[in-house]
């Protein structure tokens, strides 16, 4: 896995001062909509091998959660941002 | 001599026995800072930093683009409590009874931190004034520069045992003494 992830606020950190929640890429559906909807948003997730996008939080640095993109077969990592702005589009 | 409960250092006991007279590499644990921690609302995180830049006497630590630590030496809680409300969209919380501040320093500090965290602290990349949350012996904390050769840790205080302990351990090879600063 990747060891060495560049958060967006504190620089270049180890792995171990982040925790991963998962999958970024579901996005939340609305509170009525079909069970089948929630069911997918709850329970079904790709398994790919290569480019994947995940939620991570930095638990010892700045505290904030980041939407990390990397390749799980490479261990490269593309790119880190804030989780509020890759959620809103705003590079600030 | 006996010591109140209440002013007695979460470190008293691991200090017994310590060493008189400091070597270079010395670690000292300050007795009663003034701690606060502060976090900006949503929206004001620019205008909060400016104005905690112009509280007096007390030194700003960074932990996120909206959330400061803040460390005094020589003013009353009361009075930086004061300061600090006057500043519109921030939310403050004392934290000196919460936070253990240490302060590293000597010839070998940075070899002696490096065993300690996973961050370059050259001066290039980790400059005097800096500061930031990071890991430090596996324990949440903050680590500032205060000097080319003097950096300042601070942690929470049931840890504060556990970081000395490993503190003390990676410092063992370089001759680092410890002991109370005011
Ligand atoms: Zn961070």
Known sequence: MASLITCPHCGRRPKEEFSIRGDAVPERPEAAASEEAWHAYVYLRENPRGAIREYWHHVAGCRRWLVVERDNLTHEVFAVTDAREAATGDAA | ?182
């Not at chain 2, 960074?62 to 003013?75: K, M, Y």
Request: net charge negative; glycine share 8%.
């Open chain 2, 1 to 182: 001599m006996s010591i109140p409960f209440t002013h007695r250092h979460i470190l008293e006991d691991r200090m017994s026995g310590y060493e008189p007279s400091p070597n270079a590499n010395h670690l000292t644990v300050l007795r009663r800072p003034v701690i606060f921690s502060a976090l900006a609302h949503a929206g004001h995180e620019a205008s909060v930093a400016e104005a905690l830049s112009l509280v007096e006497n007390i030194v700003v630590r960074s932990v996120s683009p909206s959330d400061w630590l803040l460390v005094s030496q020589n003013a009353e809680a009361g009075a930086i409590a004061a300061s600090l409300g006057a500043v519109p969209g921030l939310s403050f919380a004392e934290q000196s009874d919460g936070q253990v501040l240490m302060a590293v320093s000597g010839p070998d500090v940075r070899k002696i931190l490096a065993k300690c965290v996973a961050v370059d602290l050259h001066a290039d990349a980790f400059a005097e004034g800096e500061s930031a949350p990071m890991m430090i012996c596996r324990v949440a904390g903050n680590l500032a520069r205060t000097g080319t050769d003097t950096f300042e840790i601070l942690v929470p205080r049931s840890y504060a045992g556990y970081v000395f302990d490993e503190l003390r351990e990676a410092g063992r090879e370089y001759a680092m003494t410890r002991g109370f600063g005011e």
